[in-house]
Each structure stands twice: as C-alpha cells, then as structure tokens.
C-alpha cells in the first residue's frame, strides 16, 4: 500500500464523507425524537396501524405492531433504510468509481507518474475504501446509540443493538467489493455510479417483496438485504454463522476477482 497515495485519496473523498454522515445523522436524529411522541399516542397509532397487513413491516424486522413500543424495535424498524440501505449505497458509489476515476476524468497520466504497482493501486484504493465505509458506520452507530440512550424509557439489548450494527458493516462492505467488480469488468471507463445505485436498489426492492409476498419468497434469497438479520428485538437474536460465511465469502471472492481483473485491464490516458 501507497501511504502518500492513501492520503491523497482520503482528502479527496473527505466531503463527501463527511456529508453521508451528516445526513444518515440527523436522518437518525429526527426519527427517534419522535419515539416519546409514539409512546404517548401509541393507542390511537396502533390502532391506525393495525389496519396495515404485519407483512408490510416483516422486511423491518418486526413481528408485530407492538414490537415499536420497544426503543430498540422502533430504532431498527425507522432506521434500517437509514443505516443499511443508503449506507451500501454510499459503498458501492464510493468503490464502482474510485478504480476509474483518473481514467474517465482523464487525469491517468498523473498516476501513471507515482512510483506505485498497480497492485499497490488497488490494494491503497480498497483500504481507503473500507477506511471510509467503517467510519461512515461507526459514527452513525455512535448516533444510534446516544439516541437510544437519551428516548429510552426502559433497559434495552445492547448487545443486539451491536450486532445489527455489526451485520450493517457487513452488508455495507459486500456492496462495497460489489463496485470494486463492476469498475474492474468494464473495459472502457466511464462513470457507473447510476447503474450502482440501481442494483442496491433492485436488490432491496427483491429482499422488501419476498418480506410482504409470501409467494415470492424464495426470490429473497437473491438479494445481500435478505442475509443482514434485522430482527433485532427477537430473544434469540444473534449472529448467524452462515450469514456471516456468505457475507466474508463473497466480499473476499469479489475482491480477490476484482484485483486479477484490474492487474490485466489497459488503463486509458
């Protein structure tokens, strides 16, 4: 790895990050200051509620209605869009298009010039990556946890709390190797950052109605939502040894796949 490349990569990207977190933040922020309001008007929305089909909630990981009484339950059904899913958008944007940027800026004459392998591209340009994605959730889960802390009303599980954080960071780095594959397959630069947006938008569209159709089940288990368990007020909720193998698995593979594919393209000036 290239610690000069590394640096400038990582000031380069800066803003950007830095605004994801402040969104995804105060996204956060706004829908848990409503938790107090919920609890003082829950019969009259439960009520309302209850006239929704519960599959409308199963892809949030909520059994039932009352399962948002629960700090912890409202925090996971309002915030997994949140945390999850612009978070992978946020990887998959970040990764597809950091390979080809001097490529399709034309600018590659600038690198070419540094004293670096193209191994040392990638490998610089992947660790800045994964730099940036676990600071995005870190920070975030920080706010989830500071707004569970100032809403709760009663005790809460921390160590479910953690792992749903946990399965985020998983499912936000997966996506991640994802758009390290799309921009080392495509042979001629260009920005692909509408395409990466669409698939983890289809692919959370596929995990939503295999949760509310139960004819279209098993087409679930397509999508990388469908292996991030969000059932975070279940007693016996835990990390899911499988799911994790298939959440390392594939990163690692798509990576290890991307790096050959990168190592052999022509990079255009």
């Known amino acids: 790895m290239n610690l000069n490349l590394f640096r400038k990569e990582m000031k380069r990207n800066a803003v950007t990050l830095t605004v994801w977190m402040t969104v995804i933040t105060l996204l956060i922020s706004v829908t848990m200051s409503f938790y107090g309001t919920f609890l003082e008007n829950q019969s009259k929305i439960l009520g ?13 990981g909520i059994s039932n209605f009352s399962d948002l009484l629960s700090v912890l339950g409202f925090y996971s059904a309002n915030n997994i869009i949140y945390m999850m899913l612009l978070g992978s958008i946020y990887a998959i944007v970040l990764s597809s298009n950091i390979l080809m940027k001097e490529e399709y800026g034309k600018t590659a004459e600038y690198l070419l010039a540094w004293p670096v392998t193209r ?8 660790a800045v990556v994964t730099v940036n994605i676990l600071l995005l959730n870190i920070v975030t889960a920080l706010a989830g946890f500071i707004c569970l802390e100032l809403v709760k009303r009663e005790p809460y599980n921390l160590s479910a709390f953690l792992i749903l954080s946990f399965y985020t960071i998983l499912l936000n780095l997966l996506f991640c190797s994802i758009g390290f594959f799309l921009s ?13 947006i669409g698939l983890v938008l289809i692919f959370y569209f596929i995990y939503t109605l295999s949760k509310i159709t139960e004819g279209a089940a098993k087409i679930g288990y397509l999508s990388p939502f469908r292996y ?3 059932n975070a007020i279940d007693p016996a909720y835990k990390l899911d040894i499988w799911n994790i193998f298939y959440f390392t698995g594939l990163s690692l593979l798509l990576t290890g796949i991307s790096y050959r ?8 000036t």
């Open 48 to 60: 309302m509620m209850s006239l929704v089909p519960k599959s409308a909630l199963q892809f949030k």
């Open 119 to 126: 191994s040392e591209v990638f490998i610089t340009k992947l």
């Open 184 to 196: 080392a397959m495509i042979k001629r630069p260009k920005p692909v950052t509408t395409f990466s």
């Open 228 to 230: 991030a368990d969000v």
């Open 261 to 268: 594919l990168y190592r052999r393209r022509d990079i255009y």
